[in-house]
């Protein structure tokens, strides 16, 4: 058998590509193998069929999504900085925000599996000492900018609303001074 000329990570990374470009219903055996110059072959030794090249795809994304958070985190704002990223994200990468946000997730079934799944322990930590908050209660705001936040991103992502960064911005720091001011009532 001949050697590959192609890995496992080259094949994710040209679908990964195609996801962002033109979403996830443009990834299949054969457009990934075109965009890449090869023939289904190299694509099937890695994945044993379009199921698994979807799910490592989504890990992929997920990869690419916290890399992209953790990027613009700024440790003086961690909460208020996590907010704009997920808006620039769905504003910049809204095939990517599509495929992970949008769409119906196993397990999620209350705010706090929500939590569980998205938020950053180490981050509710460090907020609750920095504003002398129980961590139960920096958790509760935690959750509400994630909802309050992925509703903004939504609207940008559907193409519902062109709200610039500036105002996003404008819009989740109130509502995170609100959510903060309503825990220390």
Do not use: C
């Amino acid at each position: 058998m001949p050697k590959q000329t192609v890995d496992r990570e080259q094949v994710l990374k040209f679908a990964l590509q195609m996801v962002r470009e033109s979403g996830f219903a443009s990834v299949n055996a054969r457009s990934v193998a075109k965009r890449m110059g090869y023939s289904v072959q190299p694509i099937y030794s890695y994945f044993s069929n379009m199921e698994t090249l979807k799910e490592a795809l989504y890990g992929a994304a997920m990869n690419f999504y916290h890399e992209f958070i953790y990027s613009r985190v700024e440790k003086e704002s961690i909460l208020e900085s996590m907010a704009r990223a997920n808006v620039a994200f769905a504003k910049y990468e809204t095939n990517l925000f599509q495929l992970l946000f949008l769409q119906k997730i196993n397990g999620l079934n209350s705010f706090n599996d929500i939590y569980e799944w998205m938020g950053d322990k180490q981050a509710t930590a460090q907020l609750a000492e920095k504003l002398s908050l129980p961590e139960a209660q920096v958790k509760e705001v935690y959750i509400m900018l994630i909802i309050f936040t992925h509703g903004v991103a939504t609207m940008i992502a559907t193409g519902g609303a062109n709200i610039s960064d500036e105002e996003s911005a404008k819009i989740l720091e109130r509502a995170y001074a609100s959510f903060i001011k309503a825990q220390r009532g």
